[in-house]
C-alpha cells in the first residue's frame, strides 16, 4: 500500500525568507509524486509532478520539487516566499495501478507573515 | 473553458437523511473521481469511474455511499441514511484519462450532518 507522511503540520515563515515543505512517500512500486495547493474557499491546484525523468522539477509560482528515490521524498521549495503563497500544501503520490487515484499527505499549512 | 463544477456547494441534512452531491466534469474528460476531505485532513480516495463504469470504488466505506456517472459525463454521489461522521468536504476531479495526467479538482460540496 502507498502512503504518503508530511512532517510539518504548519510552517510559519516571513516573507522573502526561502521555504522547504517536507514530504516522504512509502511504495512497494513506481510512483508518481505531485504537489497540490489549496487556497482558502477553494480548489485543489497542481503545482507540480514528477512522473519521469530529471528529478528536480519546476512548477508554477516560482516552487520546484525534488525526487528523491533513495530517502523516499518530494520536498517542495522556494527560495523567496510571497504573502500570497499562504495556502495549504498537500503532497500525493499514485502508481502502481491503472487508477491514477492520488493518495494524498495531512497537508503543511504554510503562513507567510510580512 | 470551464473547469470543474459542484452542486451544491454546501449541503445541510439531518441524520438519517438521503442526499445527492452532483459533479460535472470538463468537457471530453473521460476520468472522474470522488474525492472526500475530513477537517485537517488530506482528500481522501472514495471512488474512480473511467468512462460510465466505476473502475475502482475500494474507497467507499460502506454500502450508504454509492456513485454513478450513467452517460459518462456527470456523476452523482449518494449517501444513504447520512450520519454525522459523514460530515466532510466531497471533491470531485476529473482527467483526460488514465496515465498519471493531472486532475483538475472542482470546489468541492461542504457536507454538514446534524
Do not use: M
Amino acid at each position: 500500500a502507498q502512503s504518503v507522511t508530511q512532517l510539518d503540520s504548519q510552517v510559519p515563515v516571513f516573507e522573502e525568507a526561502p521555504v522547504e515543505l517536507r514530504c516522504n512517500y512509502s511504495s512497494s512500486v513506481s510512483v508518481y509524486l505531485f504537489w497540490y495547493v489549496q487556497y482558502p474557499n477553494q480548489g485543489l491546484q497542481l503545482l507540480l509532478k514528477y512522473l519521469s525523468g530529471s528529478t528536480l522539477v519546476k512548477g508554477i509560482n516560482g516552487f520546484e520539487a525534488e525526487f528523491n528515490k533513495s530517502q523516499t521524498s518530494f520536498h517542495l521549495r522556494k527560495p523567496s516566499v510571497h504573502i500570497s503563497d499562504t495556502a495549504e500544501y498537500f503532497c500525493a503520490v499514485s502508481g502502481g495501478d491503472n487508477t491514477d487515484k492520488l493518495i494524498f499527505g495531512t497537508g503543511t499549512r504554510l503562513q507567510v507573515f510580512p | 473553458g470551464a473547469g470543474v463544477s459542484q452542486t451544491p456547494s454546501n449541503k445541510v441534512t439531518e441524520k438519517g437523511k438521503y442526499v445527492e452531491l452532483r459533479c460535472d466534469p470538463i468537457s471530453g474528460h473521460t476520468a472522474l473521481y470522488w474525492y472526500r476531505q475530513s477537517l485537517g485532513q488530506g482528500p481522501e480516495f472514495l471512488i474512480y469511474f473511467q468512462g460510465t463504469g466505476a473502475a475502482d470504488d475500494s474507497g467507499l466505506p460502506n454500502d450508504r455511499f454509492f456513485a454513478v456517472r450513467p452517460e459518462g459525463s456527470v456523476s452523482t454521489l449518494k449517501i444513504q441514511r447520512t450520519e454525522r461522521g459523514d460530515s466532510a468536504v466531497y471533491l470531485c476531479a476529473s482527467s483526460l484519462s488514465g496515465g498519471a495526467r493531472e486532475q483538475f479538482f472542482g470546489p468541492g460540496t461542504r457536507l454538514t450532518v446534524l
